[in-house]
């Protein structure tokens, strides 16, 4: 009684009415699609519910980092599709935020000539769609010669249009993965220990990381192998190394481009905002233009560029979607073609979205904590 | 000497002086001033090599195309009728023409301040929209029918992304209002659907909206597929217009508001005649970058099987005598593309420029 005494007072009998009436039209619409999907279902004569995901897929696709058959399930198969979107998102972000800032700096630079530079490339990637890039990349590296007449790069990486081979650990892509991972999160927990000296910290951090590839060296990788193997041309293939297939190529290399375009005039913007006096108060005490840039610049751009910088990150997790233009096996493509293949496109549509919005929060959460961490005390 | 001294004293003077300061300050300043110009320079010449020197240009000459160390346009001057039009009836391709002019002339338009306001921004759009509509079906005007699925190339692109804009303002509008709304149903469900719609790809949305949108609706509300899409599209530019327009209502002071409730005026008088003008003007350069985003992402259309720009270039070079000239063609429409976004990107620049020295 008492809440509809308060509701009462705090609307009109008029606003309570067109809530009520927004909230039936979208009782009708769902109560209605409901009804619809319903029969349309069962015209086609499919069965709604999670149960497909058991069933074996029979087909395959392009790239997998871990081994792959066409007898898996849906549901490792989903799960294939969510990883290679997290790996080649996470590439992608790590390349377009290094190239961003290199391009961002020299796009603020004093020198014309860098300056002009930085800015043909900012202007060039970013006014054409990232689509027409990745089918270009693609095209380009689809017509490369075949593996026998390769490109070679110091005879170390072989770009030939099976893909590109570069040297690679001897261990299992997934103890790589997880050496990946080990690395950044011993990095992150190195770093936070304030009391060390920068020399130190990073040493210690070497030193486990080394540690660890050495120990998985000896456990994991095959009897007489050596830590590091390098592509060779054997008959028609290459063996050893690791083999990065042209559609992955293609799309690390679209959109670290396009990115990095995004992210330099992102890391401007930030570069901008320094006070003048500041960089001044550096030169003033004869710091070189570099450790300006270490010590002044870069924390205080750091400071206000971080949400932009995260748009940009979610922006580019989500275009791994259009790889499926090239056939690069994305959740996307995973999704579509599970889709055309079994015909539970509600269930598929709807793991697809709580994919991308897993996806979206837990890095909105990142940034969140990013700023919170990088943010000037006591403000 | 007087000659000297009655010379203009200053360019020269303040040329080597920039010159110093921006290219020469130091050693190695002149060292990467030196080295990028001379990189930046082979590569001007290269693309020139290819694009120009070494280049066959016309499709008589296309036997010359395999020995020419440049280009092969000969493959643009023999398909550019594909790229442009798609599969368009070939004699009527006068009235694609037409229509695409119609387009860019109403998105040139409403660049100027001249048609800034609400009514005239509306009916330019309207008007420019209508032509295109009219021109490519033909039906009603008494020219031969066209239907949708015949246009293709540049026109379908600039169809999708006119008619996005068009409907996509207007709904944008709405759900901005809507979330500010102070009936908390409306709001929250608003919020809710916006930041929904923004934490997809695109593509997701689109692919819905072809794919599983029929299964949810009734068959007799199915419509075209093409419709479908845009008015998802739509959705999708108008999930973030919202938010760019939200940043203009928050520009505006609230007492602005209460100025017009003390001089009796009604809401929606308050709205349109004090509030909106001021909120279009604040959100202008976030509303260019949207538009500008929207160009380009029309190009993902071409995965859910639409017959655009990008589709009609694939089209162009895929059979065997044009195969080996993917790269000209990638070309040609990158440039289209390019000249687009980048003078809507640059008037966006420039506006951003203007406003903030107006603001000082």
């Given amino acids: ?379 | 000497m007087t000659d000297i001294a009655a010379a203009p004293p200053s360019t020269v003077g303040t040329a080597s002086h920039w010159l110093k300061k921006h290219a020469f300050s130091s050693l190695p300043a002149s060292i990467a001033t030196v080295l990028f110009f001379a990189l930046l320079l082979y590569i001007a010449y290269l693309v020139f090599d290819w694009a120009v020197i070494g280049a066959v240009w016309s499709a008589e000459n296309a036997d010359q195309c395999p020995t020419a160390h440049g280009a092969c346009w000969s493959v643009i001057d023999a398909r550019y009728r594909l790229i442009l039009f798609g599969l368009y009836p070939y004699d009527l391709h006068w009235r694609s023409t037409l229509a695409c002019v119609a387009i860019i002339l109403t998105v040139i338009l409403s660049c100027i301040p001249l048609f800034w306001s609400l009514k005239r921004l509306a009916l330019l759009w309207v008007v420019g929209f209508g032509a295109y509509y009219l021109l490519m079906e033909g039906g009603p005007i008494g020219l031969q029918e066209v239907t949708t699925d015949q246009w293709g190339g540049l026109s379908l692109t600039l169809f999708l992304f006119s008619s996005v804009v068009l409907i996509g303002m207007p709904m944008g509008l709405g759900l901005a209002l809507a979330r500010r709304s102070k009936l908390p149903v409306i709001s929250y469900g608003v919020s809710i659907l916006i930041d929904f719609i923004r934490s997809l790809p695109l593509l997701t949305t689109l692919f819905t909206a072809a794919v599983v949108v029929p299964i949810l609706l009734p068959d007799w509300l199915h419509g075209d597929k093409i419709w479908r899409v845009i008015i998802a599209f739509a959705l999708f530019f108008a999930c973030y217009q919202a938010e760019v327009f939200r940043g203009g209502f928050q520009a505006i002071p609230r007492g602005q508001f209460e100025a017009g409730q003390a001089l009796g005026l009604h809401f929606w008088q308050i709205l349109g005649r004090i509030v909106l003008p001021q909120v279009f003007r604040h959100s202008l350069p976030g509303t260019i970058n949207m538009v500008v985003v929207t160009f380009k992402e029309t190009a993902i259309v071409i995965i859910i099987g639409f017959f655009e720009i990008l589709a009609s270039a694939n089209a162009a070079f895929g059979t065997g005598e044009w195969a080996p000239y993917y790269i000209e063609v990638y070309v040609f429409v990158g440039l289209i593309y390019w000249i687009f976004i980048f003078s809507l990107s640059q008037y966006g620049e420039y506006l951003k420029r203007r406003m903030s020295v107006a603001k000082r």
């Fill in chain 1, 1 to 379: 009684m008492a809440e509809a005494v308060i509701l009462r007072r705090k609307f009109s009998a008029k606003d309570l009415a067109i809530q009520a009436l927004f909230l039936a039209v979208i009782v009708v619409i769902v109560a209605e699609a409901v009804s619809s999907a319903r029969t349309n279902l069962a015209e086609m004569g499919l069965s709604s519910g999670l149960a497909f995901l058991d069933r074996a897929t029979g087909w395959s696709y392009s790239f997998s980092l871990i081994d792959h058959s066409i007898d898996d399930s849906y549901r490792k198969t989903l799960f294939i599709g969510f990883l290679n979107t997290l790996f080649l998102g996470l590439v992608s972000i790590v390349l377009a935020t290094v190239l961003g800032f290199a391009v961002g700096t020299a796009r603020d630079a004093n020198n014309i000539a860098v300056r002009s530079s930085a800015t043909i490339f900012i202007q060039l990637f970013r006014n054409i769609p990232l689509i027409l890039q990745l089918v270009f990349w693609y095209a380009v590296l689809i017509h490369m010669p075949g593996p026998r007449q390769a490109m070679s790069i110091a005879d170390a990486i072989f770009i030939s249009n099976r893909g590109v081979m570069v040297p690679g650990l001897t261990i299992p892509t997934v103890a790589g993965i997880g050496l990946t991972i080990f690395a950044v999160v011993a990095g992150v927990l190195i770093a936070r220990l304030s009391a060390l000296r920068t020399s130190l910290k990073l040493l210690i951090w070497l030193a486990a990381v080394a540690a660890l590839t050495l120990l998985l060296w000896v456990t994991l990788a095959p009897e007489g192998a050596g830590l590091v193997s390098a592509p060779e041309l054997k008959g028609l293939r290459f063996v050893g190394g690791l083999p990065l297939p042209i559609e992955f190529v293609a799309m690390v290399i679209g959109i670290t481009l396009y990115g990095a375009a995004y992210i330099a005039e992102v890391v401007r913007g930030g570069l901008q905002e320094v006070p003048k006096g500041l960089i001044e108060a550096g030169r003033a005490l004869g710091l070189q233009e570099g450790m300006i840039w270490f010590k002044i610049k870069m924390p205080m751009t750091l400071r206000t560029i971080i949400p932009p910088l995260g748009n940009q990150w979610v922006f580019l997790m989500k275009a791994t979607t259009i790889g499926v233009a090239i056939g690069f096996s994305d959740l996307f493509m995973i999704v579509s073609t599970s889709i055309t293949q079994s015909g539970q496109t509600l269930e598929l549509i709807g793991i697809l979205m709580a994919a991308f919005i897993l996806i979206n929060f837990t890095l909105a959460q990142l940034v969140n904590l990013l700023n919170a961490r990088l943010r000037l005390k006591g403000h």
